[in-house]
């Protein structure tokens, strides 16, 4: 069975650039997640999907961050414009029924 | 607001020793705490998860105590490796939902 897959992996922009990124999760997982992780610190939720709607999006800083799931299953997180403190891992996870969760290995968001 | 503590960023130990981390929440009442691992440049994975009804839990050498009176979580890993060396991230959870604590950075030195 495939793992979560997160593309790109790196990516490096300027500030006030925008940025994507992109996540499809495990096949059948119907939960979806996004969280940030700073150097030294735990993942932060940015926002969780049920199937194809947005349940839990309070900690996504809504000025700049924007997600969508299509169809329930692959989801793009975006970021415009890019500011110096976005510079962090993004991580993408997915879960079904069941608790715990699966997480991709992540994009590393450097903004200079 | 919810905080979630875990024991020294950094915790050696010898090889063959039990590594005992802790996790301590405040200000939360979840219904379950699961622990995860993460390498460098690499997501967590699930280890264990132990539910508010649940004191004890254990899979191979891992064995997770879950003390909702005191609000805290105990995680060991007994005969410690090498390749045990890790972060350990704390998670207590409610409503799939999980609240990750900074993580404990476990050494096991040979």
């Known amino acids: 069975e495939a793992g979560v897959v997160q593309s790109p992996r790196y990516k490096i922009i300027e500030k006030k650039q925008p940025v994507a990124f992109w996540c499809n999760p495990i096949s059948g997982h119907n939960t979806l997640y996004w969280y940030r992780q700073n150097l030294g610190q735990g993942p932060e939720l940015l926002i969780r999907?049920?199937?194809?709607?947005?349940?839990?999006d309070s900690q996504l800083p809504k000025d700049r961050f924007s997600a969508e799931r299509l169809k329930g299953v692959d989801s793009t997180l975006k970021i415009q414009p890019a500011e110096l403190g976005d510079s962090a891992v993004y991580l993408c996870a997915s879960s079904t029924d069941s608790y715990e969760q699966y997480f991709g290995p992540g994009t590393r968001l450097t903004v200079t | 607001s919810q905080k979630i503590e875990q024991n020294s960023e950094a915790l050696n130990i010898q090889e063959g020793k039990t590594a005992t981390l802790t996790c301590n929440y405040t200000?939360?009442?979840?219904?379950?705490l699961q622990w995860y691992r993460q390498d460098p440049g690499r997501g967590p994975v699930f280890l264990l998860l132990i539910r508010e009804n649940e004191k004890e839990k254990r899979k191979e050498r891992l064995k997770v105590t879950f003390d909702t009176t005191l609000k805290q979580s105990l995680f060991h890993i007994t005969a410690s490796q090498p390749a045990d060396s890790a972060t350990y991230l704390c998670?207590?959870?409610?409503?799939?939902?999980?609240?990750f604590g900074s993580g404990t950075q476990l050494t096991v030195l040979p």
């Open positions: 999907y049920e199937n194809e709607e947005a349940v839990d």
């Open positions: 998670a207590p959870g409610s409503a799939r939902q999980l609240t």
């Open positions: 200000n939360y009442s979840p219904a379950y």
